[in-house]
């Protein structure tokens, strides 16, 4: 079975745009998540296939906050 193609444009864990800047001209500087931090627990949340392949969304990473940061 051939491996299945990510898109680095949808957030891998609510596959929604990812709104990637970084993906799209690779400056990180510019892209929202540049300031951001991104608890390993909430990348240990990445299926395993899409680890590294597409960046987790701004309402995914504010939703983890809301939940396990409060």
């Given at each position: 079975m051939p491996k299945q193609k990510i898109d680095p444009f949808i957030c891998p864990?609510?596959?929604k745009p990812n709104h990637c800047i970084l993906?799209?001209?690779g400056v990180q500087e510019?892209?929202?998540c540049a300031?951001?931090?991104f608890s390993a627990e909430l990348l240990d949340l990445v299926p395993e296939e899409k680890?590294?392949?597409a960046c987790i969304c701004r309402d995914c990473l504010k939703k983890y906050?809301?939940?396990y940061d409060a």
């Amino acid at each position: 079975m051939p491996k299945q193609k990510i898109d680095p444009f949808i957030c891998p864990l609510c596959g929604k745009p990812n709104h990637c800047i970084l993906q799209k001209n690779g400056v990180q500087e510019d892209c929202w998540c540049a300031t951001e931090t991104f608890s390993a627990e909430l990348l240990d949340l990445v299926p395993e296939e899409k680890k590294g392949q597409a960046c987790i969304c701004r309402d995914c990473l504010k939703k983890y906050r809301q939940t396990y940061d409060a």
